[in-house]
């Protein structure tokens, strides 16, 4: 066996970008450039005129980019999606919300949801790679699920629980948002941050809600219940309203969320976007179907992600020794899911990573695969 120093994919054979991970993920040459073009915006005020006039086109690309429905607002705050479970178990949450719990994201808005103010959540869990199904609970105000659970592979179809406005259906799409269509209609939160299908860097989020999920945050707003000043939602509703938000943003996350923004509506929008993370991850199934040492991990092809590709490898391959491989040839992030623990690699197909790359990505891999072999 050679040593993984040893092993050098042929130039001809590697993608020209090789970044796959699932975030933060691949940023373009041209929203950096893009960056540089908007130079004179960093390092000034975010609450001055340049600054906002960003917020609005950032706030006004998701509007296009979603075909936002009626009454709809595009609101934002820091903290990343992560804040966001905190926020909505604060604001969102009325007495007790029920989860679809397949994966790590998952479970810990279940984590942040268990609050102490609110009745212990209903918990729908499966085990990692499959997914349940969420019915109507009585007693329930908030319906959660992942559209996509980044730490499986395994994605989920969006559509409402329950009814509006006693219940409200909230959808973790962080990894999801940009790169898979759908009917926001269908929830009254979807709710994501940047650094996935929209190409920049992580701190913000960003929650597409409903006129029911925002007079019920006003409800919880003004009643007796404390909530925490950083994760006041109508505060965040107040600002972003204002293209503001409640402290200060990255103005560089801002610039690139809006390079790719105005890239993925030029380019035809959500219906493009979800055509071609397809077109990537189904090369990619179909590699790992068609291959001796390669299983999708996602059994059902149903449940399969577009927009996440998890493949297990052959016991008689260490998939860790692949992705380092890999990794000295310029191939970065095709680890699994740390706490996943499986013989696995994890692939992402946002929309920023070229088809063509995906399948210069399976080339590179056949490569070590068979240096591995010998
Ligand atoms: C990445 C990810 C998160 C965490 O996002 P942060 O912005 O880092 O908090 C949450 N949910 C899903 C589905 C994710 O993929």
Redesign the pocket.
Known sequence: MEGMADITIPAELLPADGRFGC?PSKVRNEQLADLLAAASILGTSHRQAPVKTLVGSVRAGFSELFRLPEGYEVVLGNG???AFWDIAAAGLINRRSAHLDFGE?GSKFVTSASAPWLDAPHVVQTPGGTRGVLEPVDGVDVYAY?H???STGVMAPVRRIGIAPDALTVV?A??AAGGIDLDVAETDVYYF?P??NFAGD?GLWFALMSPAAIERAYAIGESDRYIPPFLSLTAAIDNSRLNQTLNTPALATLVLLDSQLRWMNESGGLAWAHARTAESSSHLYDWASAHALATPFVADPDHRSQVVVTIDLDDSVDAARVAAVLRANGIVDTEPYRKLGRNQLRIATFVAIDPDDVRQLTRSIDHVLEALAD
Do not use: L
């Open positions: 975030g990343g999606s992560t994201f992942p996509n659970e980044t973790d962080t990894s941050a650094q996935k992580g």
